[in-house]
């Protein structure tokens, strides 16, 4: 942390006498540019998710969970936030549990003022680095200063699909989504599966809007409209616009709607990464329709190559081309008599990447919202989401200056 950057802070006290010589101390201190208290764990999870902060101190003892089980949950969601835990007296194996748990340092109430001071810049300057080395795509100038530069160039649609359910593709989609992350711009994640989408859920997100709520202004939208219904997931730096909660209200999004919400974007984000539903109704034609590059996910079953071939077969007979598709097989079988070779001369089109079956990592990913290209950066899956995300950059530099069909409107000329 620079030495003029200043420092926020979220206390986590129920105890009053604590807590009034903890803020006697920290109102004083010329590093810190906001303190926060919270009394209890839900409070300061709440505090968390509206505002990211550098240091928390919690305290051991809490009334709703102990203030070790949040230091995890805080990690957990705020992986670049740094805990210092408070006791009233450094027991040995507190202090090992508090580190385990992910805790920076461990202080007793009786702290001095030069020590607290000193562990909170220290706290502070961990923070920034930790952020610097996991998110360095968080800059502090995303978006081009010069609006004649911004509109140059228009962001590109990626659409991950597959014809049969049960592939992957929103697993596919959020970790797809991730490996395209840009230092220089912001990156969407939009849920097109309007009635069962979960791809808020793979990253431990409730949405309170979602789609629908754009849906009746889509002649007049705008970038705060966007902003403001979108969940931008602090650890990711992804921006999602979540699918409806109620599956009843979906239709009232149709594909022209869709289609139009995705071309405003846009022009807020470089890369929009959809997820899709198996079932070709409107939403999914219009987020293929909008989609610059497919990702097709398809396993290794005969019935999977079947769906597959019949989506092709249809892609091409409404005029589009398969040069912007890339084939991938997820939940690979080396061993599987259904090779690489007889799936592409099946489907005459090249398999780009292969995902290897590892059953215990994603379903531990999915359950704590924490997708493998966060969670287990240097797993093979990992690796080949990343190898997706090349392959699909590639792609789009190959496709930038070719027209294309539209099914649901045209594109500007």
Request: glycine fraction near 4%; include cysteine.
């Amino acid at each position: 942390m620079t030495p003029d950057a200043r420092i926020k802070v979220l206390v986590v006290e129920n105890n009053a006498t604590n807590t009034k010589n903890l803020k006697k101390y920290l109102q004083v201190m010329e590093s810190i540019a906001v303190v926060d208290f919270a009394r209890t764990a839900q409070e300061a999870l709440n505090y968390l998710r509206n505002e990211e902060q550098d240091v928390c101190l919690v305290g051991e003892h809490l009334p709703d969970i102990e203030g070790l089980k949040l230091i995890e949950l805080i990690r957990q969601d705020n992986p670049g936030t740094q805990i210092i835990v408070l006791s009233d007296q450094k027991q040995v194996d507190v202090v090992l549990k508090a580190v385990r748990s992910g805790a920076l340092d461990f202080l007793t109430y009786d702290v001095s003022y030069e020590e607290l001071n000193s562990t909170i810049r220290r706290a502070a300057d961990a923070a920034s680095a930790e952020r610097k080395k996991l998110y360095p795509y968080l800059g502090e100038n995303k978006r081009p200063e010069n609006k004649e530069a911004e509109q140059l160039e228009l962001g590109n649609v990626v659409t991950v699909y597959s014809p049969k359910g049960g592939s992957g593709v929103s697993t596919v989609t959020a970790n797809l989504a991730l490996a395209m992350r840009d230092p220089n711009y912001d990156i969407a994640l939009v849920d097109s599966d309007l009635q069962y989408g979960d791809i808020a859920l793979l990253f431990n997100e409730i949405a309170h809007v979602s789609m629908l709520n754009l849906a009746p202004r889509v002649n007049d939208l705008d970038n705060k409209l966007i902003e403001d219904v979108v969940i931008h997931h602090k650890s990711s730096g992804l921006y999602i616009l979540s699918a409806p909660s109620k599956i009843d209200l979906s239709e009232s999004v149709t594909g022209d709607k869709f289609c139009k919400i995705l071309d405003y974007m846009r022009q807020m984000y470089r890369f929009i990464i959809v997820n899709s539903h198996p079932i070709l109704n409107e939403a999914s034609l219009a987020a293929l329709d909008s989609g610059d590059v497919i990702v097709l996910v398809m396993t290794q079953e005969i019935t999977a190559v079947r769906a597959v071939r019949s989506f092709l077969d249809l892609w091409e007979g409404l005029k589009l081309s398969r040069d912007n598709i890339v084939l991938v097989i997820n939940h690979f079988d080396k061993e599987s008599p259904l090779t690489i070779k007889k799936i592409s001369e099946s489907l005459k089109i090249p398999v780009a990447v292969t995902i290897p079956e590892d059953h215990q990592l994603m379903i531990k990913a999915s359950n704590l919202g924490t997708p493998v290209v966060l969670s287990a950066r240097n797993s093979q899956i990992a690796q080949s989401i990343n190898q997706i995300a090349d392959v699909v950059r590639k792609k789009l530099d190959e496709i930038k200056l070719s027209n294309r069909t539209r099914l649901f409107i045209s594109p500007p000329v």
